[in-house]
T-cell receptor, first 113, second 113 residues
Framework: DGGITQSPKYLFRKEGQNVTLSCEQN?????MYWYRQDPGQGLRLIYY???????QKGDIAEGYSVSREKKESFPLTVTSAQKNPTAFYLC????????????FGQGTRLTVV | QQPVQSPQAVILREGEDAVINCSSS?????VHWYRQKHGEAPVFLMI?????EQKGHDKISASFNEKKQQSSLYLTASQLSYSGTYFC??????????????FGKGMKLTVNP
């Protein structure tokens, strides 16, 4: 079955440690996105990518990094520079934008203690 | 910049109607609508691609006023299953000419028996 998979579902880290969230899709989608969700803030765009080896910063990129070495994969690293990393992170993918729906993964809830 | 959604929250009794509004300060090329249950991934409802377009399925429909840079989602004869948070998303031109999908803060709908 085609879909988009995020792992793990729950993640706990100590403050000051970098952590990488996985996102894999087998939908043959070109575009991939990372969003952060906090209560009352909606979905805020962290990074997005439309082709392999190319990505752009979203609205809240500070303290995060990404890579897009393969079409299927778009991992997000939450670095120690991110001041408030505890949140629900959602990955999404779509055909190149232009009126096509985005498919979301089930999300990763990151808790930094 | 996130599109603005209103109202922020609504409580209905089963069978009542609701309208969710979405507006942007930027020109809108398309509007996406998604619904998210607590702790789950957002689920696609519909996309509107051009000004004046209206769509609908079951008792959920939407309109898109390109001139006013607004879209509205209409929920008719609400059911318990309609409960959740509704997000509108807009496609915008990002860095380097690539398109990005940005979302509003959401509208939390609670439907009671």
């Amino acid at each position: 079955d085609g879909g988009i998979t995020q792992s793990p579902k729950y993640l706990f880290r100590k403050e000051g440690q970098n952590v990488t969230l996985s996102c894999e899709q087998n939908l043959n989608h070109d575009a991939m996105y990372w969003y952060r969700q906090d209560p009352g803030q909606g979905l805020r765009l962290i990074y997005y990518s439309q082709i392999v080896n190319d990505f752009q910063k979203g609205d809240i990129a500070e303290g995060y990094s990404v890579s897009r070495e393969k079409k299927e994969s778009f991992p997000l690293t939450v670095t120690s520079a991110q001041k408030n990393p505890t949140a629900f992170y959602l990955c999404a993918s779509s055909m190149i934008m232009g009126g096509t729906e985005a498919f979301f993964g089930q999300g990763t809830r990151l808790t930094v203690v | 910049q996130q599109p603005v959604q209103s109202p922020q929250a609504v409580i209905l009794r089963e069978g009542e109607d609701a309208v969710i509004n979405c507006s942007s300060s930027k020109a809108l090329y398309s509007v996406h609508w998604y619904r998210q249950k607590h702790g789950e991934a957002p689920v696609f409802l519909m996309i509107l691609l051009k000004g004046g377009e209206q769509k609908g399925h079951d008792k959920i429909s939407a309109s898109f006023n390109e001139k006013k840079q607004q879209s509205s989602l209409y929920l008719t004869a609400s059911q318990l299953s309609y409960s959740g948070t509704y997000f509108c998303g807009t496609e915008e031109m990002g860095q380097g000419g690539s398109e990005k999908l940005v979302f509003g803060k959401g509208m939390k709908l609670t439907v009671n028996p």
